[in-house]
Nanobody
Framework: QVQLVESGGGLVQAGGSLRLSCAAS????????MAWFRQVPGKQRESVAR???????NYSDFVKGRFTISHDAAKNTMFLQMNNLKPEDTAVYYC??????????????WGQGTQVTVSA
């Protein structure tokens, strides 16, 4: 079994920065892909940034140039550095990883979510 534990959310003024973390632990053989999503009440969860299994990084247009996704393999921790935050970035942010266990079974995992609130 695998756990993803998020941290780093909070309240920040527009133009400020936050850094989200997502620490993975448990039966991890390899991480196939990883991503950050966000969701506001009444709307579908949307992709923010992702790292594919070949290392390619992609960002949604609304965060390009402001957010940076990264991964520390030694610590099994993924980060989302968010700069120049805007009120419309307010949402619950979720980390996602597709992880292959030592039994070579792959499945998706989600973090518990962390609230990011940006005031005008």
């Amino acid at each position: 079994q695998v756990q993803l534990v998020e941290s780093g959310g909070g309240l920040v003024q527009a133009g400020g920065s936050l850094r989200l973390s997502c620490a993975a632990s448990g039966d991890i053989f390899t991480i196939n892909s990883m991503a950050w999503f966000r969701q506001v009440p009444g709307k579908q969860r949307e992709s923010v940034a992702r790292i594919s299994n070949n290392g390619d990084i992609n960002y949604s247009d609304f965060v390009k140039g402001r957010f940076t996704i990264s991964h520390d393999a030694a610590k099994n921790t993924m980060f989302l550095q968010m700069n120049n935050l805007k009120p419309e970035d307010t949402a619950v942010y979720y980390c996602y990883e597709n992880i292959q266990s030592r039994s070579l079974t792959s499945r998706p995992y989600w973090g518990q979510g962390t609230q990011v609130t940006v005031s005008a």
